[in-house]
């Protein structure tokens, strides 16, 4: 996919997608929105990739949020747009198949931080700073901030760094909950991928299916979601897949899944 701003690179069944706009922390504008939108439609159809490492450009941010330079040219029905296209494109990466980890390199703030929480993992170097800092600005989170850290955090952690406009740090981050690891200095991209290649080496249905369950089954009452379960079950259960991982656990070797 030819692009400026959104890069893609493939590592086998891993696809790494870079933000490339490092001169201006990764803002996201009109133009690194448009390439995103382009970047979904490739990944949406997408029959090889069984994982996705999320990245940006740069040492200082993953993402700031949104090129604030960019918005002092636009009213409030420009703004409003704005936003639902935004929505629309961190649901589309919600919902994606593939499962998403997000590598955070840097500065995850306001719109940055609300696309972390799109990703289904989320990996940071020690050094990174989060928050959701939009009250400062007299506006609240507009794409998903307020509701994917609620569901992430609990509603008293997400009050407190809403409110506060709190930051944290890459262990503060970790203890909250809303990263599952830190990495070291260096260590972050390949750390990403030891991640996504395990992933990758899983059956790609269970996968999915796994990620399908818990993704939609969260917001379910108790009794429907685990029937939900059940529901998701299904397709490993009728897969080639499974029988294939069957026959490699008895005969001691390592499975060939090809997502049937």
């Known amino acids: 996919m030819a692009s400026n701003h959104v890069l893609l690179k493939r590592e086998g069944p891993v696809v790494v997608v870079t933000l490339n706009r490092p001169d201006k ?13 382009k970047l979904l439609d490739v990944l949406e159809t997408d029959r090889v990739a069984r994982a996705i490492v999320l990245t940006a450009s740069g040492e200082k941010a993953f993402c700031v949020g949104a090129d604030l330079k960019e918005r002092q040219g636009m009213n409030e029905k420009d703004v ?9 494109l961190y649901l589309r990466w919600e919902r994606l198949a593939i499962p998403s980890i997000a590598a955070l390199n840097g500065m ?6 609300e696309l972390a929480l ?9 050094n990174v700073v989060l928050g959701l800092p939009e009250t400062e600005l007299a506006i609240i989170p507009g794409n998903g901030g ?10 008293s952690r997400a ?52 990620k399908k369950a818990i993704q939609r089954g969260k917001e379910k009452p108790w009794e429907e979601a685990l029937q939900w379960e059940v529901e998701c079950y299904k397709p490993c259960l009728y897969s080639k897949d499974r ?11 390592k499975p060939s899944y090809q997502g049937e």
């Open 80 to 88: 409003l747009l704005r936003l639902e296209m935004v929505r629309s």
């Open 159 to 210: 009050m407190e760094m809403v409110l506060l406009a709190k930051r944290l740090t890459a262990q503060e981050a970790l203890t909250w909950g809303i990263l599952n690891h830190v990495s070291a200095p260096g260590q972050l991209l390949k750390d990403a991928l030891i991640w996504a290649n395990k992933i990758s080496e899983a059956g790609p249905i269970a996968i999915q299916q796994a």
């Open 25 to 37: 922390m990764n803002a996201l504008n009109k133009e690194i929105l448009e390439e995103f939108k």
């Open 108 to 113: 995850a703030l306001g719109g940055g931080l």
């Open 118 to 126: 799109v990703c289904d993992l989320r990996i940071a170097s020690e």
């Open 243 to 253: 029988l294939e991982g069957l026959r490699a656990f008895t005969e001691k070797r």
């Open 146 to 155: 307020t509701q994917r850290l609620t569901r992430t955090v609990g509603v």
